[in-house]
């Protein structure tokens, strides 16, 4: 099974680098928010904002947000490959099902792991200041929880099918998630009912343990209820999703 | 048998849809022995690519069992898979950025070659299908033919047993379809036993051993191509005789001195059905120079599978070929 992951993550990634143009293109969105939407937030004053530290509050939900993009889209890609046959002709070789899978959201995963690294590098100059190890820390559940969503999203593809209904579906799915968990703005600065309704959304706590340790505050109880959610967020996508690929391939 | 590379009994794939439960396959049986070539003829919709995916592991059958390459369909699907090669309907335009050598490559280590092993294959299966170097040819710019030879040869890489050819040349131009029917019997010439699914009728007949003609999830018949249209009705003979008169004295003549299945007396000409058209045409010749009848033409024509599916379905292949 190693050896089966190991090709197909091959394979995908080495298609990504000979047609880079969507890697790219998954970076313009929070590149522009970095640089268009950001120099605003200096000036705001409240929930940690205001002066220089804003960039510490906005990069990680930057980093989220180009995460649920990225890994959330990658549905798209296997409809095309189930169009192409390639879905089927790796289905008939004796590769286990979940390999197939894994492959494809390991690929995913680096390759966001190289946007986000690109998305903090082109925020030092802006101003952000950051602990490293807390930047490190939190690419790494940012890019767990892009396995899961990946995943999930492979699945979705594999249900759906196609492009038009596809493209709805994530976008009715993701912009929700994302501007209740306070990406933009953290959600310290919302209304009673707003917040109440955001502590619903597993991705507040991504954001919160991020924003925490963007910081260095290693010791915050942000960082580990984050990290106890996305662990359990991305395993939980990565078994539904590896679970509805062996199941439609019965 | 040791023998019998297919053996399936009873198969039946049942779909869901709005109307209710469609059986798209309807317990079929099916034997194919090693080294022949079956050809699964009918029309779009007649469950020809839906037997394809149940033997290949890639659909499970709603009944009935089988045994593929020595293993059993349901129990043991990666040993089949291991076994077969599978090639599937022509896909959509291939992704940018995927290569011809290192597709195949991949493919072939999927199925458990190694490295080394799957590079001495590739340089010797692509020369024998014409793809010899194009291994670093984008997909995007294979031409339509090289495109079916490069899905065979990811059918092919790791040497399997049986292969499964899905409407191997659905939309090729003739001279493509004629050079990938020479790459399937030389395959066959190589000992290779192959399924595949057409509904073109001279395909069928070039290149099946049997013909398995399918219509509404069943098998209909099940025969060489020759005996299937042998079966189905005689040859014509066709006697060119532009004068009414002659025709009449002819077809009397011809009833006195052959056995005859049908004769049709049309313009200009008289359609005379026999069993065996061969043998009918000089006792025919004799018989009519004998009486003073000269005709200005004789051509003796085999029936097609169209005329053989027509007869077995009441409907003709080549609506269908034209609506699809």
């Known amino acids: ?250 | 048998m040791a023998d019998d590379l297919i053996e399936a009994r009873g198969l039946t794939r049942a779909f869901r849809t709005k109307t209710g439960p469609v059986e798209a396959v309807k317990g079929i049986d099916l034997v194919v022995t090693r080294g022949e070539i079956v050809g699964l003829l009918g029309p779009n919709g007649a469950g020809k690519t839906t037997t394809l995916r149940m033997l290949t592991t890639l659909l499970r059958p709603s009944a009935g069992t089988a045994t593929v390459a020595g293993h059993d369909l349901i129990r043991q699907p990666r040993e089949v898979r291991r076994r077969i090669g599978y090639v599937a309907q022509v896909g959509s335009a291939p992704s940018p950025g995927t290569l011809v050598g290192s597709e195949l490559v991949t493919q072939a280590r999927l199925q458990g070659l190694s490295r080394t092993q799957a590079r001495e294959r590739l340089a010797e299966l692509a020369p024998a299908l014409d793809l010899g170097g194009l291994e670093g040819r984008a997909l995007l710019e294979l031409s339509g033919g090289q495109r079916r030879r490069f899905d065979v040869a990811l059918g092919l890489m790791h040497s399997p047993a049986l292969l499964f050819l899905d409407e191997p040349t659905t939309g090729l131009d003739p001279q493509s379809r004629a050079n990938l029917w020479t790459h399937v019997r030389a395959l066959r010439d190589a000992g290779m036993t192959i399924v595949l699914t057409t509904h073109y009728l001279e395909e069928a007949d070039a290149l099946a051993d049997r013909v398995l003609v399918m219509d509404g999830g069943q098998i209909v018949a099940d025969d060489t191509p020759d005996a299937l249209k042998a079966r189905i009705s005689g040859d014509v003979v066709t006697l060119g005789l532009p004068e009414p008169g002659a025709r009449r004295q002819a077809e009397a003549v011809v009833r006195e001195a052959i056995s005859v299945r049908d004769v049709v007396n049309t313009d200009g000409a008289l359609l005379v059905t026999v069993d065996e058209g061969a043998l009918a045409v000089a006792p025919l010749l004799r018989a009519l120079d004998a009486a003073g009848l000269s005709p200005t033409s004789i051509t003796v024509s085999r029936p097609t599978l169209d005329d053989v599916f027509l007869t077995l379905t009441g409907r003709t292949l080549r609506d269908e070929e034209a609506a699809a």
């Not at chain 1, 080495?14 to 590149?31: A, C, D, E, H, S």
């Not at chain 1, 976008?171 to 968990?181: A, D, H, I, M």
């Open chain 1, 1 to 250: 099974m190693r050896t089966d992951t190991f090709l197909i993550f091959q394979r995908q990634t080495r298609i990504r680098l000979r047609n880079p143009v969507w890697v790219f293109f998954g970076l313009t969105q929070p590149i522009l928010y970095l640089v268009l939407f950001g120099p605003l937030l200096k000036n705001v004053s409240g929930g940690g904002l205001g002066g220089p530290n804003a960039w510490r509050v906005f990069v990680p939900g930057l980093l989220l947000q180009l995460a649920i993009f990225t890994a959330g889209f990658s549905g798209f890609g296997i409809i095309q490959e189930l169009r192409e046959g390639v879905i089927e002709r790796q289905r008939v070789t004796p590769a286990s099902r979940t390999s197939l899978i894994l492959g494809r959201t390991l690929s995913d995963m680096v390759t966001l792991a190289v946007q986000s690294t690109v998305l903090v590098l082109v925020a030092l100059p802006f101003g952000l200041r950051a602990s490293w190890q807390g930047v490190l820390s939190s690419l790494a559940l940012i890019c767990l929880l892009a396995l899961g969503i990946s995943s999930a999203s492979y699945a979705m593809g594999l249900i759906l099918k196609d492009e038009d209904s596809f493209a709805p579906f994530i976008q009715g799915v993701t912009l929700p998630l994302l501007l209740l968990s306070g990406v933009l703005l953290p959600m310290s600065l919302a209304p009673a009912w707003l917040r109440h309704t955001s502590q619903v959304n597993p991705l507040t706590y991504v954001v919160d343990a991020s924003r925490a340790l963007f910081r260095g505050d290693f010791s915050d109880q942000h960082v580990w209820i984050g990290a106890v959610v996305t662990l359990a967020l991305g395993v939980l996508l990565a078994y539904v999703g590896s679970r509805t690929f062996q199941r439609q391939s019965a």
